[in-house]
DNA sequence: ATATAAGTTAAACCATACTTTAAGTCAATA
DNA sequence: TATTGACTTAAAGTATGGTTTAACTTATAT
């Protein structure tokens, strides 16, 4: 029916210090005590918890995260700020990916060229490339001299 | 030919104080220097920062981007070196971007989530959503009680 | 009953990546 | 030539997100 924080912890894959902080900046208002104080999580203080990682992971502040559970506790009232929330989260996360993908598209340049001047022995050798030798998709990335 | 300090920052979008703090920390052993101590920044030293930026910006620690541009100033007997940094780092971009479509996924269903309970006006009425309800693709999230 | 493992708090500490400050030098313009 | 804006450094300060420590309590197993 419950789990320690520890137990919690090992589902969660994080250390026990971490769900303490989570709580100390009230992100678990929701969990409840034991008669001696001890943290008693839920099944849904899981679900919880898994949403906080995935706002947590994808960018969101704890003080971000902690309006949003502030909004749940609410009640009903605040539905249209945490879909606003949400929303909003969702256009950071496309837009995240889509400058990874900038990215490892550098870095996949990067390996090309790294791989040719291991092929040649030395660095040196890219530098004589002609334009035609280098593929197309990474000519942006190469400059002369 | 060069820029100052505050040219090269307008061009890469960064604080003039990041670039310095990138120096102290042995990112920018290439930059010269004028007789009287200024930074010069050559069009080359911009492409450098522009790499330091793509592995900044994918998570490697300044340590790691330190050795990076240490091999690269040894030469080409750090040409193997320098290929397996960016191949390792581009399966950490790679495995980045399956984490963060995944928690796009979990975001997706909540915006889901509360658009229908904005329309119901409340996160009651989902309780008692039937299975056939949930857009499949969600029901993966969707725990009852 | 008692040892030990795991829980509690407040407060201090840490790591990372900068920014700000202070005190001074340099460069460009009126 | 004087002033203003931009540069220099070292050192201290900040923000974020925790971890660690110390002193103590609780729970579990023998």
Redesign the interface.
């Given at each position: 029916m419950f789990y320690t924080i520890g137990e919690a912890a090992k589902i969660l894959d994080v250390a026990p210090s971490a769900l303490r902080y989570y709580d100390k900046e009230g992100l678990l208002p929701f969990i409840e005590r034991s008669e001696s104080g001890l943290r008693m999580f839920k099944?849904?203080d899981i679900?919880w918890l898994?949403?906080i990682e995935?706002l947590k992971?994808?960018g969101m502040p704890i003080k971000g995260i902690r309006r949003f559970i502030e909004c749940a506790r609410e009640g009903?009232g605040t539905?249209?700020e945490?879909?606003e929330i949400?929303?909003t989260?969702?256009e950071n996360?496309?837009r995240?990916?889509e400058?990874?993908?900038a990215?490892?598209e550098?870095?996949?340049y990067?390996?090309w060229y790294?791989?040719e001047?291991?092929k040649a022995?030395?660095?040196?050798a890219l530098k004589d490339y002609p334009e035609q030798n280098i593929p197309e998709k990474f000519r942006r990335y190469f400059?002369k001299s």
């Open positions: 099944e849904s679900d898994k949403i995935c992971a994808t009903d539905i249209k945490r879909l949400l929303k989260q969702r996360v496309i995240q990916i400058e990874i993908q990215h490892l550098m870095i996949d990067k390996v790294y791989s001047a291991l022995g030395s660095t040196e400059r």
